[in-house]
């Protein structure tokens, strides 16, 4: 990705550079933004693109027009058994929404409108979530007849709990911005998503540790498999590393000056 760079929208995502922050935007407002075959692939990338820009600290994810997403076009369901096949055949792990997840730029989803199947699986998949308050939420799996795809029962359990995730899975129901919030399924609402996602974004820029994030993310996904013991071996071992970045001296400084830190990207 090219610094201070925008692209039109291919395969229905469109990616707007303006360093320090990266908006990735689901960008078919005449379908709500529903995903065409390979758009998952193309998301991924763009993720992946924007980690991998120095410039770039964090990044935003929104919906265009009055919607998020509402899942994956329906054309694909309706294309037959040999182009679903074809469909999963093209699947690969490196390239679906949790790679949000998985990288080390902190991602937040501004939640515009509806959020719906894999729509669902790209609201959920970041570190942070802000919702309008008309934004609705709905797996709708099981009410097509499909599973709980993308890694969403690895995910939504990890967020709700298991009872409220079994709850959201095995329904499909739809809930409204307010019931997500109590939830913990987001963590705000906001009459303008992509403007708070953006300031939130501005202040990991301009306060927090590129390195600590990235870190911590790791972190964080590395603990959902370790036992106690081993989590707390690899965090003294990242202690003692966390010790010698130049960032904790910065840090140090400028809180005695009085200023905000200037810390490496």
């Known amino acids: 990705m090219t610094s201070q760079a925008s692209t039109g929208a291919v395969l229905g995502i469109s990616v707007e550079n303006k360093p320090p922050i990266a908006t990735i935007r689901l960008d078919r407002p005449e379908r709500l933004n529903a995903l065409l075959p390979g758009a998952v692939g193309r998301y991924a990338e763009a993720l992946r693109s924007a980690d991998e820009d ?12 009055r919607g998020f997403c509402a899942g994956a076009d329906l054309a694909i369901l309706n294309a037959g058994t040999e182009a679903l096949e074809r469909f999963m055949d093209e699947q690969r792990q490196t390239d679906v929404p949790t790679t949000a997840l ?16 894999l729509g669902f699986v790209v609201a959920l998949a970041a570190d942070f979530r802000i919702a309008a308050p008309t934004a609705t939420f709905s797996s709708v799996f099981s009410r097509l007849g499909l599973v709980a795809e993308y890694g969403i029962a690895w995910l939504l359990p990890r967020l709700v709990g298991l009872g409220v995730a079994t709850d959201l899975l095995l329904t499909g129901r739809t809930i409204n911005a307010n019931e997500a919030l109590d939830l ?12 708070q996602a953006c300031r ?7 306060n927090v540790s590129p390195t ?7 972190q964080l996904l590395g603990a959902t498999t370790q036992d106690l013991p081993t989590a707390v071996t690899d965090s003294l071992d990242r202690m003692r590393a966390g010790f010698a970045n130049p960032d904790l001296a910065e ?4 809180r005695a000056e009085k200023r905000h830190p200037r810390f490496q990207a």
């Open 102 to 117: 998985t990288i080390g730029t902190p991602v937040i989803t501004a939640i515009n409108g509806p959020a719906v199947g």
């Open 251 to 254: 840090a140090l400084t400028a």
């Open 54 to 65: 120095p410039a770039v600290r964090a990044i935003v994810v929104t919906g265009a027009g």
């Open 184 to 195: 913990g399924l987001i963590n705000a609402i906001a009459d303008d998503p992509y403007s």
């Open 212 to 218: 600590s994030i990235r870190t911590m993310k790791a």
């Open 200 to 206: 939130y974004a501005e202040d990991l820029v301009t």
